[in-house]
């Protein structure tokens, strides 16, 4: 009988454990962290190379400036996305015109070609951007009541028997049947926006963006100076724990560690 054996990673040298890749006869080795990706403009830094822009100046990445040429977000300073014709560009501010969240300021999204408040509108205004939507979720090209799980985090065979229910009592779309990191390989239903584990979510963003006015396009949820670490934690938590659920539920604080990092579930 084949056994799958996990253990945190004890060598300090080799901290990382790519436990994705492991197969029957196969186990994924403890091996280095693989080098440091380069900083966004606006974090710290100690010297040019650690910078995506290599231009470290007092301690802090700084990037291109208004219409310097670019090929990506990145390359631009805080406040300044790269445009469709390889220019940076300022942040558009709310009911421009834009073609990704990246183009508005950091407390928008783009819905329908239009920069637009995170999770202000109300039911029946179109959408296509779930995440300005009041309750975060659409139905039919419009914002909708969020859909609630009939039995949260129930286990399953298939998405019918993840079954949920909106606001007015009809019957919802199914969740998914996901594979659980359980010692018994047991499937349980995935969680859905109406559910309070994605409000907390939700709520925690609003505070994050709120904070991240200072903060690169690319880093508006954070990580960011200007966004209370405390805040950002706390978001991190419970995006995590809504989108990994039927992976962390019934889990024990050994199996969090090594695949998600939460050990507080």
Request: proline share 6%; charged share 15%.
């Amino acid at each position: 009988v084949y056994k799958r054996q996990l253990s945190p990673c004890s060598d300090p040298r080799y901290p990382i454990c790519p436990h994705s890749k492991a197969s029957y006869g196969s186990p994924a080795k403890c091996q280095q962290s693989p080098p440091k990706n380069k900083s966004l403009p606006g974090t710290t830094c100690r010297f040019d190379g650690e910078c995506v822009s290599g231009n470290c100046r007092g301690g802090t990445c700084v990037g291109r400036q208004e219409n310097a040429t670019c090929s990506w977000h990145g390359e631009c300073d805080v406040g300044r996305f790269c445009n469709a014709t390889g220019r940076c560009e300022v942040q558009r501010q709310f009911t421009s015109k834009c073609n990704s969240s990246e183009e508005c300021v950091n407390n928008c999204g783009c819905s329908l070609g239009l920069c637009t408040y995170y999770y202000t509108l109300d039911t029946n205004i179109a959408a296509d951007n779930p995440q300005v939507c009041l309750s975060g979720y659409i139905r039919n090209g419009v914002c909708a009541g969020a859909r609630k799980s009939v039995f949260k985090g129930r286990p399953c065979s298939s998405d019918s028997d993840c079954q949920t229910v909106y606001p007015d009592g009809t019957p919802g779309e199914p969740s998914e049947c996901q594979c659980g990191y359980n010692g018994g390989g047991f499937t349980y239903c995935s969680l859905v926006e109406g559910d309070q584990e994605f409000q907390n979510a939700k709520n925690s963003m609003q505070y994050i963006v709120a904070y991240s006015y200072r903060c690169h396009t690319l880093l508006r949820y954070g990580p960011c100076s200007s966004i209370p670490n405390d805040e950002y934690m706390a978001y991190t938590y419970y995006i995590r724990l809504f989108q990994n659920y039927p992976q962390i539920v019934y889990n024990d604080n050994c199996i969090k560690s090594i695949y998600l990092s939460l050990i507080h579930i």
